[in-house]
């Protein structure tokens, strides 16, 4: 078992919600700043949402206003909540640390159909 874990993931109409779950099984993950990364075929992964030790956040300009990116530390868990989803918004998803130190996960799929 990898220490990342994604799960969430689906298949949602444009519009529609989905949020991203990822269990982090590193210590101390509360020092981490964490991202979640989207990779679509041929494509390398693209960071789409940060979210610092410090708790601020950054986003890309495609998401921004529509994702939101949380933590909670106690549980070493990473969140992304997707509103408003568009068929550019699909790719596989992945969490990991910012830089990326660790190994990758599997990612979950997120599908927005059109």
């Known amino acids: 078992q990898g220490k990342l874990m994604e799960s969430g993931g689906g298949l949602v109409q444009v519009g529609g919600s989905l949020t991203l779950s990822c269990t982090a099984s590193v210590q101390p993950f509360n020092f981490y700043d964490m991202g979640w990364f989207r990779q679509t075929p041929g494509n390398q992964r693209e960071l789409v949402a940060s979210i610092k030790s410090g708790l601020s956040t950054s986003y890309n300009e495609g998401v921004e206003g529509r994702f939101t990116i949380s933590r909670d530390n106690a549980q070493k868990l990473l969140f992304l909540r997707m509103n408003s989803l568009k068929p550019e918004d699909s790719g596989r998803y992945f969490c990991?640390?910012?830089?990326?130190?660790?190994?990758w996960g599997q990612g979950t799929q997120v599908t927005v159909s059109s």
């Open positions: 990991n640390s910012v830089p990326d130190d660790f190994p």
